[in-house]
């Protein structure tokens, strides 16, 4: 069956550390992948977005990679701050489709 | 408006009652998505409207939910008889049309059946 796996228990990281979250699928052939952020109590915001033929995308201090071989995405927030301190999710979208699939999120907290 | 609306922004309800959930999408876009989002779990898609075409109804987890959009514009969910299990945040998206990829959230509507 299709799942995407987003590691479930919180990340802690200090500020200015670079912190890496992952995006595991499987039975996917996703035409492309987003991340998105998710404050308490409010809807998600989107972030990034990468395609099957992209390895790498950066927006300032956020860089996702995707490695369709592994079935995988990194999101990376270098020099992290504890505003960055939220739920990150990633959404995946068939080919063919325009309705993305979600993971659960993983909570990224950063300490001052 | 310069967001997507939803409103109520919560609901109590009593289970067995009907509930209207509204969106208002952001101006222009034709694109409307519902999801569905329970503590802990990842959003559910619920439905999809694209202009004037049928929607795409694959996500509604039962017969007791449906909705509408009138006019290419405000969407209402609705939940007829409402179970305990169906308390959860209620969330709308839209983006300016189909293909384009970044969509845009409410603040959902957190709906809590007794």
């Known amino acids: 069956s299709q799942k995407i796996e987003q590691n479930s228990e919180a990340l802690n990281i200090q500020e200015g550390k670079t912190a890496t979250l992952t995006c595991n699928y499987t039975?996917?052939?996703?035409?492309?992948l987003q991340w998105y952020r998710q404050d308490p109590g409010r809807g998600p915001v989107f972030l990034l977005l990468?395609?099957?033929?992209?390895k790498e995308k950066r927006k300032e201090r956020l860089k996702v990679t995707f490695d369709t071989t592994l079935k995988q995405s990194l999101f990376h927030i270098t020099a992290s701050q504890p505003a960055d301190s939220a739920t990150y999710l990633c959404a995946l979208i068939p080919g063919g489709s325009y309705i993305p699939t979600f993971g659960r999120g993983t909570s990224l907290i950063v300490h001052p | 408006g310069a967001g997507v609306s939803q409103s109520p922004s919560n609901k109590v309800t009593e289970k067995g009652k009907d509930v209207e959930l509204r969106c208002d999408p952001i101006?222009?876009?034709?694109?409307l998505y519902w999801y569905r989002q329970s503590l802990g779990q990842g959003l559910e898609f619920l439905i999809y409207f694209q202009g004037n075409s049928a929607p795409d109804k694959s996500g509604l987890p039962s017969d007791r939910f449906s909705a509408e959009r009138t006019g290419g514009s405000v969407s209402t969910l609705t939940i007829q008889r409402t179970q305990q299990e169906d308390s959860a945040v209620y969330l709308c998206?839209?983006?300016?049309?189909?293909?384009?990829?970044?969509?845009?959230f409410g603040p959902g509507t957190r709906l809590l059946v007794l």
């Open positions: 039975n996917y052939s996703p035409a492309y």
């Open positions: 998206a839209s983006s300016l049309s189909q293909g384009q990829e970044t969509q845009y």
């Open positions: 101006s222009g876009h034709t694109a």
């Open positions: 990468i395609r099957e033929n992209e």
